[in-house]
């Protein structure tokens, strides 16, 4: 979302939800070929349905089986897409991103505060992002790049066209999984008080995985095991350890 439009929802979310005692009222049935646009609402795409843009404030978003919707998004809220649903970019910042088997997004999925699950068959044209919660690709397709700050990683039988990466959150790549650029551990920031010493995070390259770039440790703290079945372009900044050690 683009940063003037968030603030203006945000500021009216605050006044409607002060007025009306701040809860969501009922979700609003997308007419096919519309767009729906609230604030405390949820909206709701039927199945086999065809709509432009949804946009709410305080409210989830779901859109069926067999859908399709342009740009989806959300301020406080859960987006959750059936099988076979199609959309353009999803976004939300406080609540989760989920899609049935066979979903395809021809942008971005991002999210703040949330998860990002994708069944069987997924394809994201371009990126996904999270920052507080964990990813979750089951045989999923994603073109670009796949990105946490905290949470956990786990990535089964799908290929990944860009890079990996994490800062505090551990990844675990399985089932032939393949990374075409690098698996990114970045060093987290160091501000305000810390009390003892960090625990860095856990990266497992399991059986058949390949990472056709490298894996970059900036975190000296990382614990790095690799199967020995599993390909990788080169390891810099820590030692890896085999599978046995685990």
Not at 33 to 60: A, F, M, Y
Request: charged residues 20%; hydrophobic residues 35%.
């Amino acid at each position: 979302m683009e940063e003037k439009r968030f603030v203006q929802a945000l500021v009216t979310a605050l006044a409607v939800g002060a007025v009306g005692g701040g809860s969501a009222l009922a979700a609003t049935m997308v007419v096919p070929g519309t767009s729906e646009s609230s604030v405390n609402k949820s909206i709701t795409v039927g199945d086999g349905t065809e709509v432009l843009d949804l946009d709410t404030v305080n409210g989830s978003i779901r859109v069926g089986d067999n859908s399709s919707a342009e740009d989806v998004e959300t301020v406080n809220g859960a987006i959750r897409f059936g099988k076979n649903a199609r959309a353009d970019s999803v976004e939300t910042v406080n609540g989760r991103i989920e899609a049935g088997e066979g979903f395809v997004a021809s942008g971005n999925l991002e999210t703040v505060n949330g998860s990002i699950r994708l069944g069987s068959g997924a394809t994201v044209q371009g990126s996904v992002e999270t920052v507080n919660g964990g990813i979750e690709l089951t045989q999923a397709s994603v073109r670009n790049d796949v990105k946490m700050v905290n949470g956990s990683m786990e990535v089964s039988g799908s290929l990944i066209g860009g890079s990996v990466q994490t800062t505090t959150g551990g990844i675990e790549l399985t089932d032939g999984t393949v990374v075409d650029g690098d698996v990114i551990i970045k060093k987290p920031s160091s501000w305000g008080w810390s009390w003892g010493k960090k625990k860095g995070p856990t990266v497992v390259i399991g059986a058949n995985v390949e990472v056709k770039g490298r894996i970059l440790v900036e975190n000296d703290q990382t614990k790095l095991y690799i199967d020995p079945t599993a390909k990788v372009g080169g390891v810099e900044g820590v030692e890896p350890q085999s599978m046995a050690e685990r």
